[in-house]
């Protein structure tokens, strides 16, 4: 399971190729969300700000 693996997605990141393990649809709506963030940032909008753990109580 490396790179000559045609069926793994390391194999198929190092022949450059797409399929199940690589899917090219789920890649590009990954890249689309991190670059929305980016401009988001960039824009002066704060990020969300993630919800604190709650404790446990006695």
Known sequence: MGR???????G???K???GVARNRTKIK???KRASS???AVAAGEAPKPKRAARKKEA
């Open 4 to 10: 000559g693996d045609k069926k793994s997605k390391k």
């Open 12 to 14: 198929k990141i190092w």
């Open 16 to 18: 450059g190729s797409y």
């Open 29 to 31: 709506a990954r890249l």
């Open 37 to 39: 963030k980016k401009v």
